[in-house]
């Protein structure tokens, strides 16, 4: 079957770094994304990884391992408002994307 | 438009009645897809609709719902005599060309649907 792994909850203090990490089984692979959602929202794309290797945008990263079935969102100087939901999905052979139950990151002061 | 949206943005109903969600994609995507969540957990696919192709409807949980796109835009799902279990939050969400590669999936805001 096909599965995707995050930890349940995180907890990180502001102005700190936080890696969340993913694990996938997946029939096939035709990449890698990570979203964000707020409580009460709709998720918004944070970044893609199809190759092997880190992809920076800003204050947040993301790596892929295609051999380890692996990735991980990287987020630094973490604020306030960083406080959210963090969902990894893979799109499989057949270009379906398959979820992850997603990560609740917590930021204290 | 500028994004993907869903009407009504919430909706309480009555086990046993039926109910019609609503999505208008981003101009220009032709892949659409419906997913829902329950609170705390993940997004489930429900269906997936591509161009003018035969829907993906393999994430539906039952014939009590059903889900048609008319011109390739504009998105209903419908779902037949509700129950309890149904409410959730059901999310549309948009993309170019799921078959041309992997692209982004934008997400509309969401129909909150309370089943009482």
């Known amino acids: 079957g096909q599965n995707i792994d995050q930890p349940t909850e995180m907890t990180a203090t502001e102005g700190a770094i936080v890696q969340i990490n993913c694990t996938y089984q997946?029939?096939?692979?035709?990449?890698l994304f990570w979203y964000q959602q707020h409580a009460g929202e709709a998720p918004t794309f944070l970044s893609y990884?199809?190759l092997d290797g880190l992809e920076e945008k800003g204050r947040f990263s993301s790596f892929l391992s295609r051999s380890k079935g692996y990735s991980y969102l990287l987020l630094k100087e973490l604020q306030m408002k960083d406080s959210a939901s963090y969902l990894c999905?893979?799109?499989?052979?057949?270009?379906?994307?398959?979820w992850g139950a997603g990560t609740k990151l917590i930021i204290k002061p | 438009g500028a994004g993907v949206s869903q009407s009504p943005s919430n909706k309480v109903t009555e086990k046993g009645k039926d109910v019609e969600l609503r999505c208008d994609p981003i101009?220009?995507?032709?892949?659409l897809y419906w997913y829902r969540q329950s609170l705390g957990q993940g997004l489930e696919f429900l269906i997936y609709?591509?161009?003018?192709?035969?829907?993906?409807k393999s994430g539906l949980p039952s014939d009590r719902f059903s889900a048609e796109r008319t011109g390739g835009s504009v998105s209903t799902l419908t779902i037949q005599r509700t129950q309890q279990e149904d409410s959730a939050v059901y999310l549309c969400?948009?993309?170019?060309?799921?078959?041309?590669?992997?692209?982004?999936?934008?997400f509309g805001p969401g129909t909150r649907l309370t089943v009482l």
């Open positions: 969400a948009s993309s170019l060309a799921s078959l041309a590669g992997t692209d982004t999936q934008y």
């Open positions: 997946t029939s096939g692979f035709n990449g």
């Open positions: 999905a893979v799109m499989d052979s057949n270009y379906q994307l398959i």
């Open positions: 609709f591509q161009g003018n192709s035969a829907p993906d």
């Open positions: 101009s220009g995507h032709t892949a």
């Open positions: 990884n199809v």
